[in-house]
């Protein structure tokens, strides 16, 4: 059971169905994921694609309109950031 074509084929799958990237940090920040992520209950990777899908998700929620530099105050004009 198992060998070779096991490796493979599971390899294959992955390959299919996963994109890879590499994620580099400071020397000790590894170590301080790893301990937030076990604290949350979820793996290395787990921890670090919701951490991007939140900060994706948040920067979008900004509307068409706005643009960087931009500032909107409370009654809605802009005044450019300097």
Avoid: C
């Avoid at 020397?27 to 899908?53: C, D, L, P």
């Avoid at 960087?68 to 409370?74: I, R, S, Y």
Wanted: no cysteine; glycine share 8%.
């Amino acid at each position: 059971m198992g060998g070779k074509t096991s490796t493979a084929s599971k390899r294959k799958w992955n390959n299919e169905n996963y994109e890879y990237t590499q994620l580099v940090t400071q020397k000790g920040e590894k170590e301080r994921i790893k301990q937030a992520a076990k604290q949350a209950g979820q793996s290395v990777n787990a921890y670090v694609v919701e951490a991007v899908r939140r900060r994706m998700e948040q920067e979008q929620m900004l509307s068409a309109s706005d643009t960087p530099g931009v500032v909107k105050n409370l009654e809605g004009d802009t005044d450019p950031v300097e």
